[in-house]
């Protein structure tokens, strides 16, 4: 088993900044891509951001310009930095990796979220 764990996550005005971060354990894992997800209250839950292993991003529309994913392999670790913040953020942002512990398939994992609040 691979685990995620994000933190980073809390309460921030509008126009405020978080970063985010996730941290991925086991024993003997390869990581491939990993992303940012998120959900709010009501909504289905929607892909913010993804970063392949070597590099290769992809943000959501919404997200373009105000958020940064990135990634350091060496600790198996995913970032989300978040700025410009705004009310519609606001929703519990769960971190995703496929990962692989060899012989075995390529896997999907998912963190338990962290909460995100944008609010005055």
């Known amino acids: 088993q691979v685990q995620l764990v994000e933190s980073g996550g809390g309460l921030v005005q509008p126009g405020g900044s978080l970063r985010l971060s996730c941290a991925a354990s086991?024993?003997?894992?390869?990581?491939?891509?990993m992303a940012w997800y998120r959900q709010a209250p009501g909504n289905q839950r929607e892909l913010v951001a993804k970063?392949?292993?070597?590099?290769?991003?992809t943000y959501a529309d919404s997200v373009k310009g105000r958020f940064t994913i990135s990634r350091d392999n060496a600790k198996n670790t995913l970032y989300l930095e978040m700025s410009m913040l705004k009310p519609e953020d606001t929703a519990v942002y769960l971190c995703f990796a496929n990962a692989q512990q060899p012989p075995g398939p390529v896997l999907s994992y998912w963190g338990q979220g962290t909460q995100v609040t944008v609010s005055s």
């Open positions: 086991g024993s003997n894992f390869r990581i491939y891509t």
């Open positions: 970063i392949t292993s070597g590099g290769t991003t």
